[in-house]
């Protein structure tokens, strides 16, 4: 079955840090790939997505994402962290032409220090 | 642009009770899902409806069932609700079947005693 991994549940950092969330899927077709952030007491928005062409996809607020297929991952990566970015990430990942519902990974819940 | 309004934010019920969470989008939007959050396992999807006349399961429907009431509403309603089904709910809307660019809900935080 199609599942998506994040392997970092809590990361903690402080301002001007980098940040790399990890996101790997399983599925070898064709796939799309997604970054939500759950902001504290928010709903969920879309950071950003790639569905295809360039596999480096850049989204809101400085952050990007690289897909690489060999590896079947898609990590989120902002070069220097605020505190405002503490929030709960989840990478999410659909069978494109065919399925209509994505698959979300457990999240990573990061907190970023003054 | 209110975009998608769920209703309520918050409700207790006891076991063997029911309810019916309500969702509305005002963005003209296709398709609409119901998913559930708990901790350490994200989003998982309830059921879903691509289109409006239609409804079909997600990963963990059972307990629940579903109706899109018109292209504006899709509500679900656990029948006899279960402390297991203790959760915060989110309905999410796009714009067409396959884009899956998901506008999500402020959510329904339940629970079940």
């Known amino acids: 079955a199609q599942s998506v991994s994040q392997h970092n549940h809590h990361v903690i950092l402080s301002e001007a840090a980098s940040l790399e969330l990890g996101c790997n899927y399983s599925?070898?077709?064709?796939?799309?790939l997604f970054w939500y952030v759950q902001y504290p007491g928010q709903h969920l928005q879309l950071l950003l997505k790639?569905?295809?062409?360039?596999?480096l996809v850049k989204g809101i607020k400085g952050f990007e994402a690289e897909f690489i297929k060999s590896k079947f991952s898609f990590n989120l990566r902002k070069p220097s962290v605020q505190w405002s970015d503490t929030a709960e990430y989840f990478c999410a990942v659909n069978l494109s032409g065919g399925y209509n519902k994505l698959i979300f990974g457990a999240g990573t819940r990061l907190a970023v220090h003054p | 642009n209110a975009g998608v309004t769920q209703t309520p934010k918050f409700q207790v019920l006891k076991t063997g009770q029911s309810m019916t969470l309500q969702c509305a989008q005002d963005?003209?939007?296709?398709?609409m899902y119901w998913y559930r959050q708990d901790p350490g396992m994200g989003l998982r999807l309830i059921y879903y409806?691509?289109?409006?006349?239609?409804?079909d399961k997600g990963e963990v429907p059972n307990g629940y069932n579903v109706s899109r009431l018109n292209k504006r509403e899709f509500s679900l309603r656990l029948e006899s609700a279960a402390p297991s089904q203790t959760s915060v709910y989110f309905c999410?809307?796009?714009?067409?079947?396959?884009?899956?660019?998901?506008?999500f809900g402020n959510g329904t935080r339940l629970t079940v005693t």
């Open positions: 999410a809307s796009s714009p067409r079947q396959g884009t899956l660019d998901l506008h």
């Open positions: 790639y569905f295809s062409g360039d596999p």
């Open positions: 599925y070898g077709g064709t796939v799309n």
């Open positions: 963005m003209n939007h296709n398709s």
């Open positions: 409806s691509a289109s409006e006349g239609t409804t």
